[in-house]
Protein backbone atom coordinates (compact mmCIF):
# COMPACT_ATOMS: atom_id res chain seq x y z
CA UNK A 1 0.00 0.00 0.00
CA UNK A 2 1.82 3.19 -1.17
CA UNK A 3 1.98 6.07 1.12
CA UNK A 4 0.74 9.34 0.29
CA UNK A 5 2.30 10.81 -2.83
CA UNK A 6 3.14 14.28 -3.70
CA UNK A 7 4.47 16.24 -6.49
CA UNK A 8 6.75 17.69 -7.43
CA UNK A 9 8.56 17.38 -4.54
CA UNK A 10 10.72 20.69 -5.42
CA UNK A 11 8.84 23.33 -7.23
CA UNK A 12 10.91 26.65 -8.51
CA UNK A 13 9.00 29.68 -9.67
CA UNK A 14 9.55 33.33 -10.76
CA UNK A 15 7.19 35.78 -8.91
CA UNK A 16 3.97 35.65 -10.36
CA UNK A 17 3.56 32.84 -11.79
CA UNK A 18 1.39 30.15 -10.67
CA UNK A 19 2.32 27.05 -8.91
CA UNK A 20 0.40 23.49 -8.76
CA UNK A 21 0.93 21.15 -5.84
CA UNK A 22 -0.38 17.63 -6.10
CA UNK A 23 -1.32 15.10 -3.62
CA UNK A 24 -2.43 11.76 -3.86
CA UNK A 25 -4.18 10.47 -0.86
CA UNK A 26 -3.17 6.47 0.46
CA UNK A 27 -5.49 4.21 -0.67
CA UNK A 28 -9.11 4.01 1.22
CA UNK A 29 -8.68 7.52 2.28
CA UNK A 30 -11.07 10.38 1.92
CA UNK A 31 -10.12 12.88 3.84
CA UNK A 32 -6.82 15.43 2.66
CA UNK A 33 -5.07 17.81 4.48
CA UNK A 34 -2.65 20.76 3.09
CA UNK A 35 -0.22 21.94 5.73
CA UNK A 36 2.47 24.74 5.32
CA UNK A 37 6.12 24.62 7.10
CA UNK A 38 7.80 28.66 6.48
CA UNK A 39 11.48 28.53 7.13
CA UNK A 40 12.36 28.01 11.22
CA UNK A 41 8.35 28.20 11.66
CA UNK A 42 6.52 25.33 12.86
CA UNK A 43 4.06 23.49 10.52
CA UNK A 44 0.35 25.05 10.14
CA UNK A 45 -3.04 23.85 9.00
CA UNK A 46 -4.53 25.44 5.69
CA UNK A 47 -7.18 23.51 4.60
CA UNK A 48 -9.09 20.34 5.03
CA UNK A 49 -11.02 18.50 1.89
CA UNK A 50 -12.95 15.90 1.31
CA UNK A 51 -14.12 14.50 -1.88
CA UNK A 52 -14.97 17.51 -4.37
CA UNK A 53 -15.94 19.44 -0.93
CA UNK A 54 -13.81 21.91 1.53
CA UNK A 55 -14.50 20.80 4.89
CA UNK A 56 -12.49 23.38 6.72
CA UNK A 57 -10.37 26.15 4.75
CA UNK A 58 -9.45 28.40 7.91
CA UNK A 59 -6.16 28.56 7.25
CA UNK A 60 -5.59 29.08 4.14
CA UNK A 61 -5.02 32.57 3.45
CA UNK A 62 -7.40 35.20 1.67
CA UNK A 63 -5.78 35.77 -1.64
CA UNK A 64 -4.39 33.68 -4.48
CA UNK A 65 -4.46 30.58 -2.43
CA UNK A 66 -7.29 27.57 -3.61
CA UNK A 67 -7.41 23.78 -3.23
CA UNK A 68 -9.95 21.13 -4.68
CA UNK A 69 -10.02 17.46 -4.57
CA UNK A 70 -11.76 15.98 -7.69
CA UNK A 71 -14.01 13.23 -7.75
CA UNK A 72 -10.93 11.69 -9.73
CA UNK A 73 -7.74 12.39 -9.59
CA UNK A 74 -5.64 14.07 -6.71
CA UNK A 75 -5.66 17.10 -4.52
CA UNK A 76 -4.48 20.11 -6.10
CA UNK A 77 -3.15 22.88 -4.13
CA UNK A 78 -2.75 26.41 -6.32
CA UNK A 79 -1.29 29.79 -5.58
CA UNK A 80 -1.42 32.31 -8.33
CA UNK A 81 0.84 35.55 -8.35
CA UNK A 82 3.65 33.84 -6.02
CA UNK A 83 5.17 35.82 -3.89
CA UNK A 84 8.71 35.24 -2.16
CA UNK A 85 6.87 34.93 1.34
CA UNK A 86 5.51 31.82 -0.38
CA UNK A 87 9.10 29.94 -0.18
CA UNK A 88 7.91 26.94 1.99
CA UNK A 89 7.73 23.11 2.16
CA UNK A 90 3.69 22.43 1.95
CA UNK A 91 2.42 18.86 3.38
CA UNK A 92 -0.56 16.90 2.28
CA UNK A 93 -1.47 14.38 4.59
CA UNK A 94 -4.62 11.91 4.62
CA UNK A 95 -7.02 9.82 7.13
CA UNK A 96 -9.25 7.04 6.69
CA UNK A 97 -11.85 9.02 9.15
CA UNK A 98 -12.30 12.31 10.16
CA UNK A 99 -11.35 13.33 13.89
CA UNK A 100 -9.58 10.52 15.77
CA UNK A 101 -8.18 9.19 12.71
CA UNK A 102 -4.39 9.35 12.62
CA UNK A 103 -3.04 11.47 9.48
CA UNK A 104 -0.33 10.25 7.23
CA UNK A 105 1.90 12.98 5.46
CA UNK A 106 3.47 12.53 2.48
CA UNK A 107 7.22 13.90 1.91
CA UNK A 108 6.22 17.47 1.01
CA UNK A 109 6.54 19.96 -1.96
CA UNK A 110 9.54 22.43 -1.11
CA UNK A 111 8.42 25.87 -3.31
CA UNK A 112 11.48 28.68 -4.06
CA UNK A 113 9.94 31.37 -5.15
CA UNK A 114 12.80 33.34 -7.17
CA UNK B 1 -7.23 29.27 20.36
CA UNK B 2 -5.19 25.86 21.13
CA UNK B 3 -1.28 26.51 21.70
CA UNK B 4 1.27 23.51 22.01
CA UNK B 5 4.57 23.97 23.42
CA UNK B 6 7.69 21.10 22.96
CA UNK B 7 10.21 21.50 25.85
CA UNK B 8 13.09 21.63 25.59
CA UNK B 9 13.72 22.88 21.98
CA UNK B 10 16.49 21.01 21.49
CA UNK B 11 18.41 17.61 22.88
CA UNK B 12 21.80 16.21 22.34
CA UNK B 13 22.48 12.99 24.81
CA UNK B 14 25.00 10.30 24.59
CA UNK B 15 23.78 7.07 22.38
CA UNK B 16 22.35 4.38 24.84
CA UNK B 17 20.57 7.41 26.99
CA UNK B 18 16.96 7.23 27.96
CA UNK B 19 15.88 10.07 27.28
CA UNK B 20 12.08 12.25 27.74
CA UNK B 21 10.48 15.12 25.40
CA UNK B 22 7.93 16.77 26.69
CA UNK B 23 4.69 18.24 24.89
CA UNK B 24 1.58 20.88 26.43
CA UNK B 25 -1.42 21.99 25.37
CA UNK B 26 -3.81 24.83 26.13
CA UNK B 27 -7.10 23.12 25.46
CA UNK B 28 -7.76 19.77 26.82
CA UNK B 29 -10.77 19.21 24.88
CA UNK B 30 -8.77 17.32 22.29
CA UNK B 31 -10.00 14.16 19.70
CA UNK B 32 -6.43 12.82 19.99
CA UNK B 33 -2.49 13.78 20.15
CA UNK B 34 0.23 12.31 17.52
CA UNK B 35 3.64 12.24 17.67
CA UNK B 36 5.40 12.71 14.97
CA UNK B 37 9.50 12.71 13.67
CA UNK B 38 10.89 14.59 11.01
CA UNK B 39 14.18 14.13 9.36
CA UNK B 40 16.09 17.14 7.72
CA UNK B 41 14.20 18.17 4.62
CA UNK B 42 11.70 15.19 4.85
CA UNK B 43 8.48 14.42 5.42
CA UNK B 44 6.86 13.96 8.44
CA UNK B 45 6.68 9.80 10.16
CA UNK B 46 3.63 9.10 12.61
CA UNK B 47 4.94 7.39 15.44
CA UNK B 48 2.40 7.03 17.79
CA UNK B 49 -1.23 8.14 18.25
CA UNK B 50 -3.07 8.55 21.45
CA UNK B 51 -6.49 8.86 21.77
CA UNK B 52 -8.23 11.29 24.27
CA UNK B 53 -9.94 8.15 26.12
CA UNK B 54 -6.18 6.41 26.08
CA UNK B 55 -3.42 7.19 28.91
CA UNK B 56 -0.45 5.52 26.65
CA UNK B 57 0.83 3.95 23.67
CA UNK B 58 3.81 1.95 22.95
CA UNK B 59 5.77 0.99 19.90
CA UNK B 60 9.09 -0.60 20.00
CA UNK B 61 11.39 1.76 22.34
CA UNK B 62 8.98 4.33 22.37
CA UNK B 63 6.23 5.13 25.24
CA UNK B 64 3.80 8.15 24.84
CA UNK B 65 1.47 9.15 27.59
CA UNK B 66 -1.43 11.42 27.74
CA UNK B 67 -2.85 13.45 30.45
CA UNK B 68 -5.88 14.95 29.05
CA UNK B 69 -6.73 16.86 32.16
CA UNK B 70 -3.57 18.76 32.46
CA UNK B 71 -2.74 19.50 28.97
CA UNK B 72 0.72 17.07 29.15
CA UNK B 73 2.42 14.69 26.99
CA UNK B 74 5.74 12.70 27.06
CA UNK B 75 7.65 10.98 24.59
CA UNK B 76 9.69 8.75 26.43
CA UNK B 77 12.82 6.70 23.90
CA UNK B 78 14.78 4.47 25.87
CA UNK B 79 18.25 3.27 25.28
CA UNK B 80 18.94 6.26 22.23
CA UNK B 81 20.80 5.50 19.07
CA UNK B 82 21.90 8.02 16.70
CA UNK B 83 19.40 6.83 14.12
CA UNK B 84 16.87 8.78 16.47
CA UNK B 85 18.41 11.57 15.55
CA UNK B 86 15.42 14.12 13.73
CA UNK B 87 12.63 16.38 14.95
CA UNK B 88 10.21 15.12 17.30
CA UNK B 89 6.21 16.99 16.75
CA UNK B 90 3.77 16.51 19.09
CA UNK B 91 0.34 17.81 17.52
CA UNK B 92 -3.23 17.28 18.55
CA UNK B 93 -6.81 17.47 17.10
CA UNK B 94 -9.60 19.72 19.15
CA UNK B 95 -12.30 18.41 19.21
CA UNK B 96 -14.09 21.82 17.79
CA UNK B 97 -12.16 21.33 15.37
CA UNK B 98 -12.55 17.44 14.30
CA UNK B 99 -9.50 17.86 11.75
CA UNK B 100 -6.80 20.05 11.91
CA UNK B 101 -3.73 19.14 13.51
CA UNK B 102 -2.30 21.92 15.51
CA UNK B 103 1.52 21.30 15.85
CA UNK B 104 4.40 22.41 18.45
CA UNK B 105 7.39 24.07 17.48
CA UNK B 106 9.44 20.83 17.61
CA UNK B 107 12.14 19.53 19.62
CA UNK B 108 15.15 19.05 17.72
CA UNK B 109 17.44 15.47 18.89
CA UNK B 110 20.57 14.79 18.38
CA UNK B 111 21.99 11.13 19.58
CA UNK B 112 25.46 11.22 19.28
CA UNK B 113 27.54 7.75 19.03
Known amino acids: NAGVMQNPRHLVRRRGQEARLRCSPMKGHSHVYWYRQLPEEGLKFMVY????????ESGMPKERFSAEFPKEGPSILRIQQVVRGDSAAYFCASSPIRGAGEQFFGPGTRLTVL | KQEVTQIPAALSVPEGENLVLNCSFT??????LQWFRQDPGKGLTSLLL?????REQTSGRLNASLDKSSGRSTLYIAASQPGDSATYLCAVIEETSGSRLTFGEGTQLTVNP
Open chain 2, 27 to 32: DSAIYN
Open chain 2, 50 to 54: IQSSQ
Open chain 1, 49 to 56: LQKENIID
